[in-house]
T-cell receptor, first 115, second 112 residues
Framework: DSGVTQTPKHLITATGQRVTLRCSPR?????VYWYQQSLDQGLQFLIQ???????AKGNILERFSAQQFPDLHSELNLSSLELGDSALYFC??????????????FGPGTRLTVL | KNQVEQSPQSLIILEGKNCTLQ??????????LRWYKQDTGRGPVSLTI?????NTKSNGRYTATLDADTKQSSLHITASQLSDSASYIC???????????FGKGTSLLVTP
């Protein structure tokens, strides 16, 4: 158990819908990262937040958005869902940024299926 | 083009045997390289983290090597166990603090 929690574990929805994925980082961790893992693409970095502020952006679509709240939990919002958005979404957390040994701890993931 | 290439894509070995997984990268500048183990349907778990100045790092039966000049890394697994069956992912970070470049992983199956 990494200490990172994600809800829900599974999510099934239809095309065009909007969903929200939630992540609670490990106690004391200020950074939260979101990743998408598709079968043929491997892990793709989406976005990072540090202490409530957006820190880095990866391959995140405009239909996707995220935020980190004052209690440090984070939400990833996916809208106008398409079939290709079906994937595992992982959240990871770390103590901070700026150190080469800033290890990331991954949550168990949310499996999103878009029908 | 992916900046982190892993080989082989998949590998099957007998329990007790050793194996070596390869990672070649073109990421520049380079801050650190990590190897993760990911069991099916679960989140990745960190095995090793190396900066450009480190040549080798061990974690139990896992030993990672790094040649920053040739931009190659390897993960050697000794005396494999059935529980080693998983995907092994190489991740290269161009900046301290966050990982951006993931390899597609090597899928390892250890059979009795």
């Amino acid at each position: 158990d990494s200490g990172v929690t994600q809800t829900p574990k599974h999510l099934i929805t239809a095309t065009g819908q909007r969903v929200t994925l939630r992540c609670s980082p490990r106690s004391g961790d200020l950074s939260v990262y979101w990743y998408q893992q598709s079968l043929d693409q491997g892990l793709q970095f989406l976005i990072q937040y540090y202490n409530g502020e957006e820190r880095a952006k990866g391959n995140i679509l405009e239909r996707f958005s995220a935020q980190q709240f004052p209690d440090l939990h984070s939400e990833l919002n996916l809208s106008s869902l398409e079939l290709g958005d079906s994937a595992l979404y992982f959240c990871a957390s770390s103590v901070g940024t700026g150190s080469s040994y800033n290890e990331q701890f991954f949550g168990p993931g949310t499996r999103l299926t878009v029908l | 083009k992916n900046q982190v290439e892993q080989s082989p894509q998949s590998l099957i070995i007998l329990e007790g045997k050793n194996c070596t997984l390869q990672c070649n990268y073109t990421v520049s500048p380079f801050s650190n390289l990590r190897w993760y183990k990911q069991d099916t349907g679960r989140g990745p778990v960190s095995l090793t983290i190396m900066t450009f100045s480190e040549n080798t790092k061990s974690n139990g039966r896992y030993t990672a090597t790094l040649d920053a000049d040739t931009k190659q890394s390897s993960l050697h697994i000794t005396a494999s166990q059935l529980s080693d069956s998983a995907s092994y992912i190489c991740v290269v970070s161009p900046h301290p603090g966050y990982a951006l470049n993931f390899g597609k992983g090597t899928s390892l199956l250890v059979t009795p």
